[in-house]
């Protein structure tokens, strides 16, 4: 009998315990913090103008063309470029030269050669695998490779020469050069 009193007793009290947790009470509070808004940047190249920069038809040894191109950030991040330059053909672009500078007070043929920071020395217009004339269109920062703070820009002086040496082979021929303008963010990419 004692052993039914003692189980008895332990039920009991398992059971006061039970029903004493269910009408405890607590007294209990929250807080939030809304607003936590987040949006990316913009990376947003552009020239002008966007198209035949330096043309020259009938090109003879000793001619030359020079044209100014802006470049412009019109995003929200700072950014870094390269300039390709890809030919529709490999002879006559390999005999003319292009030279690409900053800072050029009046960019014309007379006053190309004044002043200003050459950014791209005397080499080909380009070729039809392309040709990196600014930087290098690989993902970090390399040699060469041009910045602009968001909403910047800059004008580069293009200039494209036939050199008087240039003998009867390079006669009747023609090309297209496409300059590909490609911008990445400075922002956490080294």
Known sequence: MARKLVSTIMVLALFVSVISLG?????TDTASVPGNTFSTGTVDISTAP??????FSGMAPGDQVTN??????????????????TTTENTLAAQLDLTIKSGVTTCTNGGFGTDGTVVY???????????????????GAQAGDR?????AGETL???????????????GLTTTATFAFQAEQTANNP
Do not use: E, K, W
Not at 23 to 27: D, P, Q, R
Not at 124 to 139: K, M, R
């Open 121 to 139: 020395a005397t080499g080909d217009l380009g070729s039809t695998t392309g040709v990196n004339v600014i930087g290098n269109p690989a993902q």
């Open 23 to 27: 009408v405890l009470a607590l007294f």
């Open 68 to 85: 100014p191109l802006t470049v412009t950030n019109a995003g929200t991040l700072a950014l870094r470029y390269a300039v390709t330059s």
């Open 147 to 151: 910045t602009l703070a968001a909403s």
């Open 157 to 171: 002086c293009f200039n494209v020469s036939l050199p008087s040496s240039t003998g009867n082979t390079y006669q």
């Open 50 to 55: 966007s198209s035949a920069l330096v043309t």
